[in-house]
Nanobody, 116 residues
Framework: QVQLVESGGGSVHPGESLRLSCITS????????MSWYRQAPEKERELVAA????????NYADSVKGRFTISRGSARNTVYLQMKNLKPEDTAVYYC?????????WGQGTQVIVSS
């Protein structure tokens, strides 16, 4: 059984930072493409960042380039999203996604609120 568990969300002020973590189990982590998505109220879920399974190449939504960094941790099959200089428009539920040969798997999400 594949499980993805996100953590690290919270409520912060504009300009502050957060680091989200996604611990996976049952996923073929080394061969999976890992991504972070987010969904704001009344908006569609959107891709924030992704990291490939091989050379670790990354791509980011234009809105977060230069502020967010996705990375893979070898320990505990974990993927991180470091978020800096947070803005109110970053407020959303953030979801971890793992894509391997068996399919696409989602975590339950973690809430991020950026407000003054």
């Amino acid at each position: 059984q594949v499980q993805l568990v996100e953590s690290g969300g919270g409520s912060v002020h504009p300009g502050e930072s957060l680091r989200l973590s996604c611990i996976t189990s049952g996923l073929k982590f080394s061969s999976a493409t890992m991504s972070w998505y987010r969904q704001a109220p009344e908006k569609e879920r959107e891709l924030v960042a992704a990291i490939s399974n091989t050379v670790g190449s990354t791509n980011y939504a234009d809105s977060v380039k230069g502020r967010f960094t996705i990375s893979r941790g070898s320990a505990r099959n974990t993927v991180y999203l470091q978020m800096k200089n947070l803005k109110p428009e970053d407020t959303a539920v953030y979801y971890c996604n793992g894509l391997d040969l068996r399919g696409s798997f989602w975590g339950q999400g973690t809430q991020v609120i950026v407000s003054s």
